[in-house]
């Protein structure tokens, strides 16, 4: 998994927040007695859960040492457990399964969506949203930045890379065994000072694979910087010296 800063990836709050509190809203479950937080990283999107349902036993999973530190020092009063989520298994079933941007980290999405549902105690759900921007020029400018002449001898094989698929696969996958699935489609428009502040999304995101293959800071330094340049004629300022950030996610709760 990429290395996580959890300074970094807080430095947008607001906005990586808003996805899982529109997702805990559309959750139509009264009281959920056990809720399990897949990818929880610092806590923030446990948080949400815990003001949607303040009854609920909450456990929070991730990889990352550092993000779970910091769930562990601001929300002491809930179970954090380091495990990779590709691999994780319920001791007993949740009432509810949900994850906030954190599965597109995980690879075969047709078993792994159908292995987390089997997680889901009955009456319960699943509940996920993932970006739905593989192909955004952010992401694409990624990888052809990567295979350059200039930096592809730095990448011996691609690193690690987001997986998403359309909302059709993700039904497919998940009527046969709900009861019921909602899914939807929700472009964000963000609004970043600068240029800089999509990077900076993304250093703490995206990007983290293609820095984490490289040697040392000044080759991390000269990769952002070229990067910058290849995303500016695609994020024009507005008249405040703003830019718009569009960026798209796929929401699904499937019920059991």
């Not at 607001?14 to 899982?20: D, I």
């Not at 948080?47 to 929300?75: C, E, H, I, K, Y």
């Not at 007993?92 to 969506?113: C, E, G, I, M, T």
């Not at 094989?157 to 996958?173: I, N, Q």
Request: aromatic residues 12%; negative net charge.
């Amino acid at each position: 998994m990429p290395t996580w800063d959890a300074t970094l990836y807080l430095r947008f709050e607001k906005e990586r927040l808003q996805p899982a509190i529109d997702l805990a809203a559309r959750v139509a479950l009264d009281s959920p007695q056990r809720i399990v937080d897949l990818g929880c990283g610092p806590g923030t999107s446990t948080a949400v859960l815990a003001r949607r349902w303040p009854g609920a036993a909450l456990t929070g999973v991730d990889t990352s040492q550092a993000m779970l530190a910091t769930a562990r020092n601001d929300f002491p009063q809930w179970e954090w457990i380091a495990a990779d989520i590709g691999t994780w298994e319920a001791h007993q079933p949740f009432n509810l399964v949900f994850s906030n941007a954190a599965l597109q980290w995980v690879p075969d999405h047709r078993r792994q969506f159908a292995r987390l549902f089997d997680q889901v105690a009955p009456g319960g759900a699943f509940a996920a949203q993932v970006p739905d921007n593989r192909d955004a020029p952010a992401h694409a400018l990624m990888r052809e930045l990567a295979s350059s002449e200039a930096w592809r001898g730095f990448f011996g094989s691609p690193p690690r890379t987001w997986h998403s698929h359309t909302s059709e696969f993700y039904y497919d996958v998940l009527s046969p065994r709900a009861s019921d699935v909602d899914i939807w489609t929700t472009e964000y428009l963000h609004v970043l000072d600068s240029l800089d502040g999509v990077v900076e999304w993304y250093r703490g995101t995206g990007l983290r694979p293609w820095l984490d293959a490289l040697p040392d800071e000044d080759a991390r330094r000269r990769f952002l910087a070229d990067y910058r340049r290849l995303l500016a004629p695609h994020f024009a300022p507005r008249a405040d010296g703003r830019v718009l950030f569009p960026f798209p996610r796929l929401f699904i709760v499937a019920y059991r």
